[in-house]
């Protein structure tokens, strides 16, 4: 009842928007889809302050990184079955519903960490191989964050990450990272050996330069474009 309530509602005040602001292209599509009108896309910003310190360049890192939420979605359990399998070091960042239960089936070579402060999750950061993005999202904030301190990301092919990763096959040295194409053991485990061939291959000041696409400053900038164009109409 309060479903068909709230469905009639949206139904009649979709004449009453002047725009709709999506924060990417993947939801962009949805909402013309479901309300058949455009919808501007404005990225959400990443803090400034990550692109003020100096690039500080590891060579030698012995472990991969993943860092959020750790909830169904976000398919933590991905990383831990294939770490489990390949056992590889994986550090895993973060707090959620399925903590416990991962870590109970998870191998010595799996470190759960929780929630850390700024500066110790800096230093996890820095001295990863990759982060590795396995769940769908509308955006994702997470990948732009670890970029900018110049690590590569390793992303699961669909939704938010299509957005913010560049694969560059040819040129490695013009990517942000690499893809995988299904959300499986198999799949992700083919991505993390591809990327061990590459590895040394990666720009870490490349990839900074790319994450600063979408910094504070753009989001404002495009964001009040937006709004005055509207305004004037």
Request: proline share 3%; net charge positive.
């Amino acid at each position: 009842y309060f479903f068909k309530r709230l469905k009639k509602w949206d139904v009649t005040t979709i004449s009453n928007v002047d725009l709709y602001v999506a924060n990417s292209k993947n939801v962009a599509k949805r909402v013309e889809k479901f309300y058949k009108r455009e919808a501007k896309v404005i990225y959400p910003p990443i803090a400034s302050n990550l692109y003020e310190k100096s690039l500080e360049v590891i060579k030698s890192k012995d472990y991969f990184l993943s860092f959020g939420a750790i909830t169904p979605y976000k398919k933590i359990d991905l990383l831990v079955d294939c770490f489990n399998k390949n056992g590889s070091k994986l550090i895993i960042i973060g707090n959620g519903s399925e903590k416990e239960k991962l870590q109970k089936k998870a191998s010595s070579n799996i470190e759960f960490k929780g929630f850390l402060e700024d500066k110790e999750l800096e230093n996890y950061i820095q001295n990863s191989k990759a982060l590795l993005f396995p769940g769908e999202e509308d955006f994702g904030m997470i990948p732009l964050e670890v970029m900018s301190y110049g690590i590569p990301v390793i992303a699961y092919k669909k939704g938010g990450a299509l957005e913010t990763v560049v694969e560059n096959k040819i040129k490695v040295s013009e990517s942000s990272g690499i893809f995988f194409n299904q959300q499986n053991i198999e799949a992700l485990q083919q991505a993390i050996n591809s990327f061990n061939k590459i590895e040394k291959k990666f720009n870490p000041f490349w990839i900074r330069k790319h994450a600063e696409n979408f910094q504070e400053s753009s989001f404002l900038q495009s964001f009040t474009e937006t709004i005055d164009k509207l305004i004037q109409k």
